[in-house]
């Protein structure tokens, strides 16, 4: 199996920035589409950002658009999520997924279309 490793995550200030990484084994990691996505205590796991397999397109959920930028460095088989103006409603555990490629080009928002998950790694916003 593919394995999916979280990094970065920690306490910071409302207002700060954090950078998340996602490592990955496996020759083929340069063929996933990426995704992050978070989950807060009580609250379902939603989607945060995702990167196509050549890191040409990306996309964001509405709440992180303009504060939030993921890239990819295939070379090093990790992505990345860089978080700024971080706010209290940020506060979440977040896990990188990992999309084997298919006929379609598409590029799923829920859970249910990733193949690969890593353990998530928490991020806590102080006020």
């Known amino acids: 199996q593919v394995q999916l490793i979280e990094s970065g995550g920690g306490l910071v200030q409302a207002g700060g920035s954090l950078r998340l990484s996602c490592a990955a084994s496996?020759?083929?990691?340069?063929?996933?589409?990426m995704s992050w996505f978070r989950q807060a205590p009580g609250k379902e796991r939603e989607f945060v950002a995702a990167i196509t397999a050549g890191g040409d397109n990306t996309y964001y959920a509405d709440s992180v658009k303009g504060r939030f930028t993921i890239s990819r460095d295939n070379a090093k088989n990790t992505v990345y999520l860089q978080m700024n103006s971080l706010k209290s409603e940020d506060a979440a555990d977040y896990y990188c997924?990992?999309?084997?490629?298919?006929?379609?080009?598409?590029?799923?928002?829920?859970?249910?279309?990733?193949?690969?998950w890593g353990q998530g790694t928490q991020v806590t916003v102080s006020s």
């Open positions: 496996g020759r083929t990691f340069s063929s996933y589409t």
């Open positions: 997924a990992g999309r084997r490629p298919r006929f379609s080009a598409t590029v799923p928002l829920a859970p249910g279309g990733y193949d690969y």
